[in-house]
């Protein structure tokens, strides 16, 4: 498939600065780090090798400026800027608390993945399902509404509201703490006895309907190295490893993905499995791997690594914790729903229907 050039893909310069403006991004990164070199999280690098690599997919450019300027649109008429996140849910934890908000953030995205019980995705495939046969009987049925039930749903009870999703992990957490439950500190998750998988399934993640946390034992496990890492690297404090980025937002993200395993989400794009690595590990300047000569490429997503900074730097409103000079190096998080909301203004363009490519594993 034919494409054009990355340069005729640049962003409008206007454009930009009114979406830096509308989040109280002031200057230009670029001249703000002017003085030394700056950190590259790899992740703009992937994406571009994937634009000129991709075979189902491809990217309108004239409909990423359309999208790009609807959504400056919508943020200003919503007043949206970084104090948003804290004053839009009571659930987000507040700057005051300092270190301990820190503490707060980095424990919720850690843990912030895969909120899709197996029955609420059964449940969802099978209204998929039930949806396509139902549209192709009676062509004037469409857009069916989707019925979801909170009983196939991981649901928390807190302050007499109950929550799904990301909002539940959230609420849990915050219901721990109001128990006394250190779940914040990274002692605490060293500590199998005190913070057992028992305590962990039956108090701390406790579900108001029969199903529990997915994925619990993964997200026990991500504690646990958390905690050994901060330990053994940086003395026990998430404050030691922000300082360590020295207010650069991709050198935090790059610490992440270097020192924590879970934070470091990538991806061999093309040629076979197992492809894409030097065999030493070294990188590239841009952060990724080089290629093994077999037309496969190591790419990087970081995608909750890059939520980290995003959600400290709002939270902080860019001041304290979250004074990253280069906030603007941080991308749009991949996940399932990006994708399929670009679609809606043409920007992602599939070659294939995605009732037959597109999966959620």
């Known amino acids: 498939m034919k494409r054009d050039k990355m340069s005729d893909d640049e962003a409008d310069p206007e454009l930009v600065a009114l979406l830096r403006q509308t989040l109280g991004l002031g200057a230009d990164s670029s001249s703000l780090l002017s003085s030394g070199p700056t950190a590259n999280t790899g992740v703009l690098s992937s994406a571009e090798y994937i634009y000129n690599n991709s075979i189902d997919v491809a990217l309108s450019s004239s409909a990423c400026k359309s999208a790009a300027a609807r959504i400056h649109t919508a943020m200003q008429s919503r007043g949206y800027d970084a104090s948003t996140w804290s004053s839009a849910h009571p ?36 209204q998929q399902q039930q949806q396509q046969q139902q549209q192709q009987q009676q062509q004037q049925e469409k857009n069916l509404a989707y019925r979801d039930s909170d009983a196939d749903k991981f649901v928390v009870e807190y302050d007499s509201k109950r929550y799904t999703g990301y909002w539940s992990l959230v609420a849990a957490l915050r219901r721990a703490l109001d128990a006394g439950i250190p779940i914040t500190s990274s002692d605490f998750w060293q ?38 890492v901060l330990y053994e690297r940086f003395d026990c404090r998430v404050g030691n490893l922000v300082a360590e980025a020295e207010g650069s937002a991709a ?7 270097e020192w924590f395993p879970c934070f470091r989400d990538e991806a061999i794009f093309g040629g076979g499995a197992g492809a894409g690595t030097n065999g030493d590990g070294t990188h590239n300047d841009d952060g990724i791997q080089d290629d093994d000569g077999e037309g496969s490429r190591r790419v990087r997503f970081l995608k909750r690594a890059q939520i980290f900074v ?3 730097w709002a939270c902080f409103e860019g001041r304290d914790w979250g004074a990253f000079a280069d906030i ?18 043409s920007v992602l363009a599939p070659r294939h229907s995605y009732s037959s490519a597109w999966h959620i594993t």
């Open 251 to 257: 050198r935090l993200v790059n610490l992440l993905a």
């Open 310 to 312: 995003a959600d400290v």
């Open 191 to 228: 500590d199998e006895i005190s913070c057992s998988e028992e305590l962990l399934r039956g108090t701390v993640f406790a579900s108001a309907t029969d199903v529990e946390m997915p994925m619990l034992a993964e997200r026990v496990a991500c504690l646990r190295e958390a905690g050994r």
């Open 328 to 345: 603007g190096s941080i991308t749009m998080f991949a996940g399932t729903v990006s994708p399929l909301s670009f679609l809606f203004p």
């Open 91 to 126: 659930l987000h934890p507040r700057a005051v608390d300092g270190e301990e908000t820190l503490n707060f953030i980095f424990t919720m995205d850690l843990l912030n993945f895969s909120f899709w019980s197996d029955r609420d995705l059964a449940s969802h495939q099978q």
